[in-house]
Antibody, heavy 120, light 106 residues
């Protein structure tokens, strides 16, 4: 069974940093690209970042470009999001997700999310 | 910036058909995906590539797409279908985007 477990969220002051982690199990982690998606309180989903299966390609939404870095360690089955220079508008639940569904194959899995609160 | 537009809310009585729309200029060229999110839970994929339904999703969920609009249809909506529904797609450039979400009340 596929499991994605995020950790690392918490309360941080504006301008501070956090590193989120996502531990994956139950499948071959290195076969899939992975994504971070966030949801501010009471709001919709916002796509944040993605990384290719081998870590060679990355994508960032304009709202986080230059402040967040996505990475992965396939030997540890783990996905990361380094968040620097945090702003109050970064306050959200952060989900890691696989989002890989095409043709007859569905591999769409989400973790339970980790809450990041940016406030003084 | 590219946007996917959804109605903020849709309300139906149990047993009625609920239709949730998602409009975007690149939808004629890109697939739409639909996620169901119940309160306090992670999203769950209910429709992908406009019309495909993952295993385990009830047959009452269906998707369609025409022109710049994709539609999620729940035929005979049930109380347990009450949730937020989010559409997802990409720009022609490949940049991913979610719609603003629709709260379905049954």
């Amino acid at each position: 069974e596929v499991h994605l477990v995020e950790s690392g969220g918490g309360l941080v002051q504006p301008g501070g940093s956090l590193r989120l982690s996502c531990a994956a199990s139950g499948f071959t982690f290195s076969n899939y690209a992975f994504h971070w998606v966030r949801q501010a309180p009471g709001k919709g989903l916002e796509y944040v970042s993605a990384i290719g299966s081998d870590g060679g390609s990355t994508f960032y939404a304009d709202s986080v470009k230059g402040r967040f870095i996505i990475s992965r360690d396939n030997s540890k089955n783990s996905l990361y999001l380094q968040m620097d220079n945090l702003r109050p508008e970064d306050t959200a639940v952060y989900y890691c997700a696989s989002l890989d569904s095409s043709g007859p194959t569905v591999f769409d899995n989400w973790g339970q999310g980790t809450l990041v609160t940016v406030s003084s | 910036s590219y946007e996917l537009t959804q109605p903020p809310s849709v309300s139906v009585s149990p047993g009625q058909t609920a239709r949730i729309t998602c409009s975007g200029d690149d939808l004629p060229k890109k697939y739409a995906y639909w996620y169901q999110q119940k309160s306090g839970q992670a999203p769950v994929l209910v429709i992908y590539e406009d019309t495909r339904r993952p295993s385990g999703i009830p047959e009452r969920f269906s998707g369609s797409s025409s022109g710049t609009m994709a539609t999620l249809t729940i035929s005979g909506a049930q109380v347990e279908d009450e949730a937020d529904y989010h559409c997802y797609s990409t720009y022609s450039s490949g940049t991913p985007v979610f719609g603003g979400g629709t709260k379905l009340t049954v």
